[in-house]
Each structure stands twice: as C-alpha cells, then as structure tokens.
C-alpha cells in the first residue's frame, strides 16, 4: 500500500480534475442565443456577483499592466509554474543523486 | 481567491493591508533567524516556495463548472511555522499582481490575509492538533493542506461580503453567496492540494528526514506509521 500511494494518490488527483470535466456538459444557448461559459474562473464570478449585490459600485483602481491577450497571460502562467517545478525538479534530483551516493558509499566502506 | 484590483472599497483595502503587513514582518524575521541559524535548510524554503509558485498557477476545473486553483501554502506553514508563509505568499501575489492582472495592488492586503495567513495558520494548527490526537502523518499532512486551501476561500468570502452586505439579507446572504462560488468551488481542489502535499511530504521524509526532525516536524518513526 505506501509502495503505490504515491501513484494513488497522482491518480486521485487526476481523476478529480478530469470528471468535471467529462460530467459538466454545455448548456444549450439560452434565448438570447448567448453561448453559455463553462468552466470560468471563480474570481471573475465573485466579480459578477458584486456587481448584483452592489449595481453602483465602480471600481476604483485599474490594474496597472494588463496581459494584452490570453495568449500572454497563459505565457505568464506557465513561466509561474515553470519556475516552481524547476526548482521543485531540481531539489528532486540532488536529493536522490545524494542519497544514492551515500548508499553507494556505505556498501563500498 | 484573488479580490480584483479596485474591486474592494478603499477603507476595506487599507484594513486589510494594516491587518497583514505585521504578519509579513513577522514572517521575514522568522525565516530569516531561521535561515541564519541553519543554512541548510535554504533548499526545504525553497521547496515551499516553488510548491506555492506551481500550484497557485495551476486553474484546475471543479464540480461546479467554474475553475479555481490550490494555494500551495500548507506545506511551508507545516515546515517552516504559520508565519513563515506570509512573505512567500506576498510575493507569488505580488507577482499576479503585476504581471497578470489577477488580484491587484488595492486588494494585495485583503488577498495576502486570506492566502498567505488564515491559509497557513489554519494549516499549522490543524497539522499540530492532529498530530497530537496520533492520527497518521499522511492523515494529518492531508487535513492541514486541504482545510488550509478551503479556507482561504472561505476568508475571502467573508472579506467579500463584509465590502458588499447584501442589500437584503445582510452579511449572511451574501456570505452564502461568495461561499457558492469560492468554497464549494474550492472542495475538490482543496482535497488535491491535500494530496499533491501528501505526496511531497513522503519525499521530504525520504530524502530530507534530518531537517523535518529539526524543523520539529516529525520524528522518522512518526512519518513511518
């Protein structure tokens, strides 16, 4: 069991990603044949219900830089990730290289 | 959990940012006493840093047909102490922020108080209590990640409906209603983030068992059962 729990787990989280996925289906367009989005991020829907709790409210501050397109903006993202994981992948190698030199070290003293 | 830029009113964002900035510097000196005192354990803070770098970029889909993502800040707050973690959390913030437009500056206080300090808190604590009641160490791992992830969320839904008091229902109406979007968005994530960390963790107690016994985390007998 703790020899696979890793991939268990790997496989758990895979799986609670992928079901909404397959389980949500897109609504038909309503009457005012408006696509309807699936799948949007919550902040912009906290967003959304601001602006029908409080209709008056304005913004009062603009984001100083703004991606100029999706396209960017998922550049940006995966640069975020990118540096995490690298440095995540590069922990992971020296501490396995290490503990297998100090294997390697004990069965050759 | 981002609040979006100006998306708070102005006497809000300032509270918030009073509320946050001590934690902050509260959590640059600590890590760096920290750091001073056992250099070897630079590699581990920033293991917990690019964890909180991967997972606050990764927008997974949830059971509600919205997207939303993990925060990553449970496994520094384990590590390193609740406090440690507000400063990282500040930066991963800072650079949405800036570069990415999600969050803001006027909301960088309010979205630095609900990920990068009732998020680690809770974790930290929930961690620590669980422990003492001798659940197992993947058990508590779990718990203090995935609450830690849900309610940062639920922080956010409570600094939205403090700003917007449903004009009805009051507090509560609107609570309910961010809570709709944020935390039961957040549900599955949370338990993703649980064990993705859960994950780390065992190879933290692989390869690094010494510093997680320094760190006063856990005893290898305790990460073996």
Redesign the interface.
């Given at each position: 069991m703790k020899r696979f729990?890793?991939l268990i787990?790997?496989a758990?989280?895979i799986a609670?990603?992928a079901?909404?996925?397959v389980?949500?289906k897109k609504p038909a367009p309503g009457s005012d044949d408006k696509e309807v989005e699936?799948?949007?991020?919550?902040?912009e829907?906290?967003?959304n219900?601001?602006s029908t709790?409080?209709p008056s409210?304005k913004?009062?501050?603009?984001?100083?830089?703004?991606?100029p397109s999706g396209e960017v903006?998922t550049c940006?993202?995966?640069l975020?990730?990118a540096?995490?994981?690298?440095?995540?992948g590069y922990?992971?190698g020296?501490?396995?290289t290490?503990?297998r030199m100090r294997r390697e070290q004990e069965e050759g003293a | 959990?981002?609040?979006?830029?100006?998306?708070l009113?102005?006497k809000h964002c300032i509270g918030w940012g009073v509320a946050s900035a001590p934690f902050v510097a509260w959590g640059l000196a600590t890590v760096n006493k920290r750091i001073r005192e056992n250099p070897e354990q630079r590699?581990l803070l920033?293991?917990a840093?690019?964890?909180?770098?991967?997972?606050?970029?990764?927008?997974?889909?949830?059971?509600?047909?919205?997207?939303?993502h993990p925060t990553g800040t449970g496994l520094g707050a384990v590590l390193f102490g609740p406090a440690a973690m507000a400063p990282i959390g500040a930066v991963?913030l800072l650079?949405?922020?800036?570069?990415?437009?999600?969050g803001?500056?006027?909301t960088l206080g309010a979205n630095i108080f609900s990920m990068a300090i009732v998020g680690p808190f809770v974790a930290y604590f929930v961690y620590r209590l669980a422990k003492a009641v001798r659940l197992p160490f993947?058990v508590c791992i779990f718990l203090a990640a995935a609450l830690g992830d849900l309610m940062t969320y639920v922080t956010?839904s409570v600094q939205?409906a403090l700003a917007?008091?449903?004009?009805a229902g009051g507090f509560t109406a609107?609570f309910l209603?961010?809570a709709g979007?944020?935390a039961v968005?957040?549900l599955?994530?949370a338990?993703?983030e649980g064990?993705?960390t859960?994950?780390?963790f065992?190879?933290l107690a692989?390869?690094?068992p010494q510093e997680l016994k320094d760190l006063n985390v856990a005893t290898v007998q305790e990460m073996k059962a």
């Open positions: 729990q890793n787990l790997l758990l989280v609670l990603a079901v909404p996925l389980m949500i699936i799948f949007a991020g919550a902040d829907q906290a967003k219900a601001i709790i409080a409210y913004p009062w501050f603009k984001p100083l830089m703004k991606p903006e940006l993202f995966a975020q990730a540096l995490g994981a690298g440095f995540l922990w992971y020296c501490s396995a290490r503990a | 959990m981002h609040i979006m830029e100006g998306f009113p102005v590699m920033g293991v840093t690019a964890y909180t770098f991967v997972l606050s970029a990764l927008k997974m889909p949830s059971v509600t047909g919205s997207c939303s991963v650079f949405q922020a800036l570069l990415l437009a999600h803001g500056l006027t993947g956010t939205l917007f008091p449903d004009p609107s209603k961010f979007i944020f968005t957040q599955p994530l338990i993703s064990f993705l859960v994950i780390v065992n190879a692989r390869f690094n």
